[in-house]
T-cell receptor, first 113, second 115 residues
């Protein structure tokens, strides 16, 4: 059974720092991995999608990596800003008789001005 | 382009009642999936529809059902509501089925409270 873990559950850093969020999964049989952000009371916003055949994806100040063999993904945020404060979730789409998506519990990120 | 629209935004229901939630996907998106988000269980997959057919289903009881119309709009129905059904229900749309190359685009959800 696929499990997705995100550690730490919460992180607070000063503005301007570069930071890394972690996501681990137990089964490497995945189609893709996605990173999302969720603001309080809102839905999820897709940040990056990495296909299983890819190693990384970049968008602006964000870079996500995928290492299927070790069951790990990282989301790197450069030059953090207060507007980056949100909960970040990773999710894997898994092989099964009915393709599903499994979410981590998220990392709540707070950027201090 | 308009985003994913979910209605209503908030709902309060009583145990034993039923409820229907609505989701309008981004124009051109044929996949609509539904999720339940609670503080205790996190975000869990309910089901996915593509071209009016349910393609995938998560581990939820049969009280949770859905459908998709020819214009890709989708509805989710929960019958015989229980207190534990209180949650934020999110819908997402995509160009492809989950697992494809297209990301999920989420609505802002329907907050359901069961009393």
């Amino acid at each position: 059974k696929q499990e997705v873990t995100q550690i730490p559950a919460a992180l607070s850093v000063p503005e301007g720092e570069n930071l890394v969020l972690n996501c681990s999964f137990t089964d490497s049989a995945i189609y893709n991995l996605q990173w999302f952000r969720q603001d309080p009371g809102k839905g999820l916003t897709s940040l990056l999608l990495i296909q299983s055949s890819q190693r990384e994806q970049t968008s602006g100040r964000l870079n996500a990596s995928l290492d299927k063999s070790s069951g790990r993904s990282t989301l790197y945020i450069a030059a953090s800003q207060p507007g980056d404060s949100a909960t970040y979730l990773c999710a894997v789409s898994v092989y099964s008789s009915a393709s599903k998506i499994i979410f981590g519990s998220g990392t709540r990120l707070s950027i201090r001005p | 382009k308009a985003g994913v629209t979910q209605t209503p935004r908030y709902l309060i229901k009583t145990r034993g009642q039923q409820v229907t939630l609505s989701c309008s996907p981004i124009s051109g998106h044929r996949s609509v999936s539904w999720y339940q988000q609670t503080p205790g269980q996190g975000l869990q997959f309910l089901f996915e529809y593509f071209s009016e057919t349910q393609r995938n289903k998560g581990n939820f009881p049969g009280r949770f059902s859905g459908r998709q119309f020819s214009n890709s709009r989708s509805e989710m129905n929960v019958s015989t509501l229980e207190l534990g059904d209180s949650a934020l229900y999110l819908c997402a749309s995509s160009l492809s089925l989950t697992g494809g190359s297209s990301p999920l685009h989420f609505g802002n959800g329907t907050r359901l409270t069961v009393t």
